[in-house]
């Protein structure tokens, strides 16, 4: 029997095999692939070496990287953080606060055009962004020559959008719709017979937030703030625009240590980049982690 | 004065009323279903028994206080939800020390009644695990602890097995019943599935568009449907036009056959009326009598009525065999249920058949028209 069956299956051809067939459909991976290695690979790997070249001797050292804690690089760092901690804990309490308010509190017919704003306004970034605030609340600019012919001139008061809290203020332009759009799905997850069920038991709308929603949120909130965060520690030509590179950010001082004429050392700016690669590496690791965690408990 | 009392309860959203008219007055300890279909007002009645939904007009008491107008979180009414609702950060020995937490009970006492009450729904020792890792059952099980662990005056149960497969949802609904006789709480039941209102109830609201159709013992509803909508929406049932002949002598024309019903009939002869027939209430034999296929559970009844008819198909539905028949020129459908026996001679599609019905139980459907209830009753008793 087994060399009858031999011998026909050396005679025949084989018998297709389910699953083994050849598949093109991967072909419609390549583009990703191509533009991935031209764009995100190649690049790495080029920052990951120039971080570790002396750019005067073309040696190999790890200069680059100790100076990170020193002076300016250390500045940069801490300006960066601080203001996308700002941006980030700003932006995300009120733009938790004013989905919830449309979502679950508000009339729903502005849930539409909100999310609809918020899609635009979170792409809003950039040198048209800046400018948009030049106009209206610059120093010559129109919100600020209306409030000033009603006398209240906000520079009199030593305010300036062209500092950090300037900065600030126009990051939160796209902070808090994309703080919207990321939490909304979150805030629609939160049932309603959860609250009916803490109500049911004896729980006060306090007491369903303190020990329910919230807890419930937190994952969601934490992620999204996170994600904020590496939205501002990212931002470069907004701030540049704006600031004319007057503030000391990360992304700033990379640009100088690159192409600047007083500061130019391609080393030092690789190694300023790969902080900031890494930087954003955790914020996104512990948005996942968190994501994670809320989707079990909002599935 | 009853344990849970509604009176006049009335609910409109807009221009639409979800609730009209509502009565209803439980006793403590019993347990009351409202069925029917979706839309029909049964869990906005329900709702409004919570607090969730505040009532347009009318009152609701428990206990002989209004609790019309308190809020939720202050009515202590235990409610299970059809999708249980359990809070997903907590596991679940915390969702059902919950309500006790609320109310600042010692910790020792909280845990104690946990343990009860895991013991309670079969669940000892999994205290610790959270909602996700839970099948559905398990799920609705420690939803019904939550609700009980608070010692609620009333508790509610919105379709809280619609979500579960059958064979689970024959299970639970045993213990549900077994535990609220075991701890006499009065329960309101909420369903549209007609088999559960009638296993768990000791009393069915039945309701439809807004309205109460009829409050009554499952026997009583069954039985006695007390309209029309009553005798289609529970059991299956044969409805067919029928022309009274004599009103007073309960003669009825019936697919060219003078037939006869000890319903009281309003109206006069050559008026039209629907009759009902439950499938099983009808024996089926051949013409020469040679074949009983079903026999009526009534057949002690005297007069009985014969219709002839042809077997149109047969389905096997387990332990029930349905026989679909046609009766008269127009080829009126009529149902007639036996249990299945492997010795059963079921006939043909085609052949000719007789079926066979006593007066009694020919009801006569319509507002006005209530099926005569001292024959009927006299008609189950016979049956028992």
């Given at each position: ?11 025949g ?13 991967w ?5 990703f692939?191509?533009f ?66 449309v ?10 055009p ?10 809003f970034?950039g ?6 605030f ?41 902070q ?61 030509a907004?701030?540049y ?14 640009g ?23 930087i954003?590496?955790?914020t996104?690791?512990?948005y ?12 | 004065m ?16 979800a609730v ?32 969730f ?20 979180n202050?009515?202590?009414v ?14 679940v ?30 669940l000892e ?18 939803a ?36 609220q ?90 008026s ?22 079903a ?8 007069g ?7 077997v ?44 066979g ?6 009801l006569?459907l ?19």
């Amino acid at each position: 029997m087994t060399e009858t069956a031999f011998a026909r299956n050396a005679q025949g051809a084989p018998p297709a095999r389910p699953g083994r067939r050849f598949s093109l459909t991967w072909l419609g991976l390549v583009p990703f692939l191509v533009f991935s290695t031209l764009f995100l690979l190649i690049p790495t790997a080029y920052l990951i070496v120039g971080s570790f070249v002396d750019s005067t001797t073309g040696d190999v050292t790890l200069q680059n990287y100790a100076r990170l804690t020193e002076g300016l690089q250390l500045n940069a760092y801490l300006t960066s953080i601080e203001i996308s901690l700002v941006t980030a804990l700003v932006g995300g309490i009120f733009g938790f606060l004013m989905a919830y308010a449309v979502i679950s509190g508000g009339p729903r017919r502005l849930r539409g055009p909100l999310m609809t704003f918020s899609g635009v306004a979170s792409n809003f970034a950039g040198i048209p962004l800046a400018l948009a605030f030049v106009f209206t609340i610059g120093r010559t600019g129109l919100v600020t020559a209306f409030l000033a012919g009603l006398g209240i001139n906000p520079y009199d008061g030593g305010f300036t959008i062209y500092s950090k809290i300037g900065l600030e203020i126009v990051y939160l332009y796209f902070q808090l719709p994309l703080m919207i759009l990321i939490i909304a799905p979150a805030i629609d997850g939160l049932k309603r017979e959860w609250r009916e069920a803490s109500e049911n038991m004896g729980a006060t709308t306090f007491q369903f937030w303190r020990y329910i929603a919230l807890p419930i949120l937190m994952p969601s909130l934490l992620g999204s703030m996170i994600l904020l965060f590496g939205n501002a520690f990212g931002a470069q030509a907004t701030a540049y625009q704006l600031t004319g590179g007057f503030i000391n950010l990360v992304t700033i001082l990379i640009g100088n240590q690159l192409t600047g004429d007083v500061l130019h050392n391609k080393g030092a700016g690789y190694a300023l980049a790969m902080g900031m690669v890494a930087i954003l590496g955790i914020t996104l690791l512990a948005y996942q982690f968190l994501q994670r965690r809320s989707e079990r408990w909002l599935r | 004065m009853a344990f849970l009392e509604l009176s006049g309860i009335q609910k409109r959203f807009g221009d639409v009323a979800a609730v009209q008219d509502f009565d209803l007055a439980a006793e403590r300890g019993e347990f009351v279903s409202f069925l029917g279909p979706s839309g029909c007002g049964k869990t906005t009645t329900l709702r409004m028994i919570a607090g969730f939904e505040r009532p347009t007009a009318g009152s609701i008491a428990i206990d002989g206080k209004d609790v019309t107008h308190q809020a939720p979180n202050q009515r202590n009414v235990g409610m299970v939800f059809q999708s249980y609702a359990l809070f997903p950060n907590m596991n679940v020995a915390s969702n059902i020390g919950f309500g006790l937490k609320i109310r600042k009970r010692p910790k020792a006492d909280v845990d104690r009644r946990v343990a009860e009450l895991l013991e309670l729904i079969h669940l000892e020792g999994r205290g610790d695990r959270f909602p996700w890792q839970l099948s559905g059952g398990q799920q609705q099980r420690v939803a019904l602890a939550r609700a009980l662990a608070i010692e609620p005056t009333v508790l509610l149960l919105d379709e809280p097995l619609s979500a579960l497969d059958a064979k689970i949802r024959v299970a639970l609904r045993h213990e549900i019943r077994q535990i609220q006789r075991q701890l006499g709480i009065t329960t309101v039941y909420v369903t549209h599935d007609q088999e559960e209102a009638l296993e768990l109830s000791d009393r069915i609201v039945v309701m439809s568009e807004g309205r109460i159709e009829q409050i009554g013992t499952p026997f009583e509803i069954y039985n006695f449907p007390a309209t029309s909508f009553v005798a289609s929406f529970v059991g299956t049932l044969n409805a067919m036009d029928a022309t009274i002949v004599d009103a007073s002598a309960g003669r009825l024309s019936l697919a060219g056959h003078e037939i006869r019903t000890t319903s009281k009939l309003a109206g006069s002869a050559g008026s039209a009326v629907t009759i009902a027939l439950r499938p099983e209430m009808i024996a089926l034999t051949s013409p020469d009598g040679s074949n009983v296929v079903a026999v009526s559970p009534m057949k002690g009844m005297s007069g009985s009525n014969r219709l002839p008819g042809t077997v149109a198909d047969i389905a096997f539905l387990g332990s029930v065999v349905r026989v679909r028949t046609t009766v008269g020129p127009d080829a009126i459908p009529v149902f007639v249920d036996t249990f299945n026996n492997p010795n059963l001679a079921v006939p043909a599609a085609g052949s000719p058949i007789v079926l066979g019905f006593p007066p009694e139980a020919c009801l006569v459907l319509g507002r006005d028209v209530v099926p005569d209830r001292t024959d009927a009753l006299a008609a189950a008793e016979a049956m028992l």
